[in-house]
């Protein structure tokens, strides 16, 4: 006999109304979200109070709950899908790869073995194949889908930890850290936070990283890298998250080589250069690295969450995450829980497919292109506006903008967000606030552009009058 409540979901399976209904509101919202203010309103956030409430003893109805969840929730949203969203490093989303996510939403698949999902395993080799391709990494390089760049960093400096102290006779997995040889963590202070994080999570311990000083760009100066050895993990950066600056691989990667160091590249949002002809000089010999971390979700904008850890010691990648020792994947036989951290996930390798499959490599050339042309047509508008700053070359998607002094550019980021034609964020950069903007989807117009100048333009004036 059914209970009440399996009677109940087999007929919301069988009439769809719930998923007509949220679907139906999906497609309302879409049809909103390019024209509409990029950050909630005030009284959009006032109303997710009615959120606020305990876990009811009843069941409630489905519809009810889409309802609830368009009313009080998609006004809550930020406007992620448009194109006036230029804060931290957040990519739009293309459509195919939405789509994609949709359909296989429907699939519900859990991607840790092959027998759990063949579809699931069978994208992620074609996906592993096509990305070592793209980013021309070694042939042997293994592929890891997890949530972030923050995770796929995790797994290279894991899969780094993992290597060099099996070089020197011991395994990690099996004798841990406490009594091990010490490595070396090398990296700057303009080192992402998730790559900081990273080492403090693998019990490297922060105090212990070797600090290298950069340029005027934030790029670790190679001539001031302190001397490498077998012992060393050097952690670098493409695309630093302020300023968008690379590293200068070729001259860091072959001092890393010569002494057998590891060298993990976080390129959460850069390593994209790479993918595009007039861009891929600032990523040149990457490739002479030993692991990279990307996103999907910012740069190629596929749906969140999309990460990639990328290693060319695959071997290590499976051990380091694995926990049992050597397992070498063999043909197409593939359990995507070898490569993460994790063994039960979602199929996230589908959006990242439907979305790689639909831009093709030419695709990704020129929306990718888009968005760095977007960024010096940007700096070049607001840089010639008195009153503003451009601080930073724009080589690929980011723009650091400065008034005249902190308190200003403090006030006219809040007076931007209030105005919110456009959002930006706040950061630092050397030690001075500033105004990070990044141009990162697809859906960024020439329109968009002038309406985030005008609107840089309207809310300094606003506080300059204010001030006086
Ligand atoms: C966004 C970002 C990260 C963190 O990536 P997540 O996908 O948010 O985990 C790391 N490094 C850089 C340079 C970034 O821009």
């Not at 997710?48 to 368009?70: A, P, R, V």
């Not at 063994?343 to 499959?357: C, D, G, N, P, Q």
């Not at 930073?392 to 550019?409: A, H, P, S, Y």
């Amino acid at each position: 006999m059914e209970n009440t409540i399996q009677k109940a979901m087999f007929s919301e399976m069988k009439d769809k109304d719930l998923f007509k209904k949220s679907q139906k509101y999906a497609f309302d919202y879409m049809d909103k979200v390019m024209d509409r203010n990029v950050f909630p309103s005030e009284e959009a956030l006032e109303n997710l109070m009615h959120f606020e409430e305990s876990l009811s003893e009843n069941s409630t109805d489905g519809s009810k709950i889409i309802e609830m969840l368009h009313a009080y929730g998609s006004p809550a949203t930020i406007a992620q899908l448009g194109g006036r969203y230029f804060g931290f490093v957040n990519g739009g989303a293309v459509p195919a790869g939405l789509a994609a996510k949709n359909l296989s939403m429907f699939w519900d698949q859990n991607t840790a073995l092959q027998v759990l999902s063949p579809i699931a395993s069978k994208i992620e080799v074609i996906v592993e194949k096509w990305l070592i391709d793209l980013f021309k990494l070694p042939e042997r390089s293994a592929v890891g889908f997890v949530s972030g760049t923050s995770m796929a960093t995790f797994c290279g400096l894991a899969a780094a930890r993992y290597r060099l102290l099996k070089n020197l006779d011991w395994d990690i997995n099996e004798k841990g850290l406490f009594e091990a040889p010490k490595l070396r963590i090398i990296t700057s202070k303009q080192a992402h936070s998730t790559v900081v994080k990273a080492v403090g999570l693998l019990g490297f311990g922060k105090e212990n990283i070797e600090w290298v000083p950069v340029d005027s760009q934030g790029r670790i100066i190679p001539d001031e890298i302190p001397k490498l050895d077998s012992s060393s993990i050097l952690l670098l950066q493409a695309g630093n998250v302020n300023s968008g600056a690379f590293e200068d691989f070729k001259t860091i990667c072959a001092m890393a080589k010569e002494v057998g160091a590891w060298v993990h590249i976080d390129g959460a949002f850069g390593l994209w250069a790479e993918a595009v002809k007039d861009l891929k000089y600032l990523t040149l010999d990457m490739q002479h690295a030993n692991s990279w971390a990307v996103d999907g979700h910012k740069t190629l904008n596929t749906p969140y969450d999309s990460g990639i850890i990328m290693c060319e010691d695959r071997e290590a990648l499976i051990a380091a995450l694995h926990m049992t020792g050597e397992y070498i994947i063999q043909g197409d036989e593939r359990d995507g829980m070898y490569f993460t951290p994790e063994m039960s996930k979602r199929a996230r390798v589908i959006e990242l497919w439907a979305t790689l499959k639909y831009l093709g490599k030419k695709g990704i050339d020129e929306m990718i292109w888009g968005l760095h042309k977007h960024a010096v047509n940007f700096s070049k508008k607001i840089g010639s506006v008195p009153g503003f700053k451009v601080l930073n070359e724009v080589v690929f998607n980011q723009v650091i903008v400065q008034c005249e002094t902190d308190e200003l550019t403090n006030k006219t980021i809040t007076r931007i967000q209030k105005l919110n034609d456009c959002w930006v964020g706040g950061s630092m950069w050397n030690e001075k606030k500033i105004i990070r903007v990044s141009i990162c989807s697809w859906a960024t117009t020439e329109e968009d552009i002038r309406i985030a100048v005008n609107s840089f333009q309207k809310a300094l004036s606003e506080v300059r009058e204010n001030v006086s």
